[in-house]
């Protein structure tokens, strides 16, 4: 089947120019930065003006219905994970989730983690103190094998993207996990560029943290994010508590510790309900097109857009196994910061990351999208010659 017509989800198809009008600024500009940050998407702004419109119309009279409606979006995003509810927190962003992790296991032992990850999921851990080993590379990639030729009896916490933010690695969560499983690891995964673009199931993945930010492939804006904790780290003291965090917030007893064994103990306080909200929002467009046709679709384009890279003789840093594909893309050229620019000023958002350009390629975008790219790229490059 055509992929630019649609693809086949629950006995339908998915009509991608449809599901493409949920992003105005499609129309506007070549939109190819969503590892940088995604635009939202309709469904997720619709949600988060809807409480800023019962917040303007109707002051805090709707407590209890946002208290309500942020449980349904905990139930959302578990079942997006297959985990519990009682396992999910809300944070700011992917940085606020590792803190808590950090904080949580910090006196585990050593943290094995990769060279290329993001600061997100290194600095958290520094600044606790923690001893870390940094896997090296081999191509871009991070086989299992060159992970375990780093493991000592002192490494008891490993860190991983489940995508590589500079290079676009995509590992594989299950092995991992299973690494993880025999060798008695903690296993934390930032998500944050691959979540809802690649399916996770923590369960099966033996994940005992999750950590990521709804503002990149999730489409849900700045300020959301989400943590997940296995319930057996819920059943120790919990290093971050607020007036929400006991079992009755309602009493507002200040001298009770009776903390629920949850992980929305870690919220603390009053939700941020505009981002929860846009969050649950963004999470029902998801759930509607479906993360395996999700899925297809941007592996698709990305093997549309290498095809168009590698016609243009462009060296293309990114692995380039089947299993290792993802969103991202990256090509190894001279200037990076001054191309973006000129790009930005043909309409064109990419980003300079890594040895070069990053183009990033979601669901919402097509062929034309990358073509254009190819042919503003084939154009500037025969000016730098």
Known sequence: MNKESGTKMKGSVVDWNEIREEFPVCKKIVYLNPAGGSPASRSAAAEGKRYYDEMLEQGDTCWNDWLARTGEVRGKLARFINADKSEIAFTSNTSHGMNLVAQIVGNEGTVLTMRDEFPSSTVPWLNQGMKMVFVEPQKG?????LISKQLSPDVKILVSSYVQYCTGFRQDIFRLGEFCREHNLIFVLNATQAMGIFPVD?????IDFLVFTGLKWLTSGYGSGGLYVNRKWLEGPLPFAGWRSPENPGLMDNQNLALKKEASVLEAGT?????IFALGGAL????RIGQAEIQDRVLYLTRYLRSKLENLNLSIVSPGAEEQLSGITVIRMQNPQGLVQKLKERGIFVAARGEGIRISVSFFNNEED????ATELEGLIQIQE
């Open 370 to 373: 990358i073509s254009r790219l």
């Open 202 to 206: 923590v369960q099966k993945c033996h």
């Open 141 to 145: 990639a991070y086989p299992l094998s």
């Open 284 to 287: 029902d467009l998801f759930n």
């Open 271 to 275: 939700p941020s309900f505009p981002t």
